[in-house]
């Protein structure tokens, strides 16, 4: 697979509900207000979720362009100026069974779309499925969402050891989520790193810290990015600073 030209990051974690969609249309919100065109692909192929948290009508899903050629401008759906989703199925079956042929249409599709965006964002499914590894490698970034919880730092840190002893990949990129202080994201990222450091030779980048929120959770309910809901809570401060860092 060519690495194409634009950024592409793609946000995993191991772990479900650690806070993958809400990072990706968050960030995804900031770029584009900073006039970056941005595009975001539910990478969540069987249970996705990012017209959900963008409160979105979604008429045609990358599914039917991968299992009935739908012409992918079809599929594109504009969400503000600067920010366009391509939106996943929810409720079918994981596609990981999608054959060779269809695995090489899908890249081949996104790789002629992806030229119009400056920053793509994939929203990646939880766990260590095809998906997950597939859309890994296809990015040129890795970021890796997690949390104090003990749990999402040993699923975290099996997806970064067979990313990078799989696919070669060494650069990740840390968002520690959900965390009750400041001291609390950056001990979460140092307990981490000892462990890349010692057992893998990795050496992650701190990209941000996002505190817990209420605000988060009142701007899911509304279907809306806490970036515009809340823009002045600290979550909001957060997704700004981790933009900030992403800007080309
Ligand atoms: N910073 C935060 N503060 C408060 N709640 C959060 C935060 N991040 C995530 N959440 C909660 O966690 C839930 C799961 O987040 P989500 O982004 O859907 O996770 P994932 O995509 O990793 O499964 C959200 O619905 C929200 O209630
Ligand atoms: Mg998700």
Known sequence: MTPPSPHIYCISSGKGGVGKTTCAVNIGTALAQRGLKTLIIDGDLGLGNVDVALGLQVSHTIRETVELGLDIDDVLLPVMDNLT??????????????????????TSTLEEIIHRFDIVLIDSAAGIGDSVLWFSEWATNNIIVITPDPTSLTDGYALMKILSSRYGKKKFQLIVNNVKSQKEGIDTKKAIGKVLEQFLDLTPELLGILPKDAQVVKAIRKQTPFLLNSPDCRAAKGIRRIADRLTP
């Open 85 to 106: 989703v391509l939106p996943a199925s929810s409720g079918v079956p994981e596609m990981a069974g999608i054959s060779q042929e269809e695995q090489l249409f899908l």
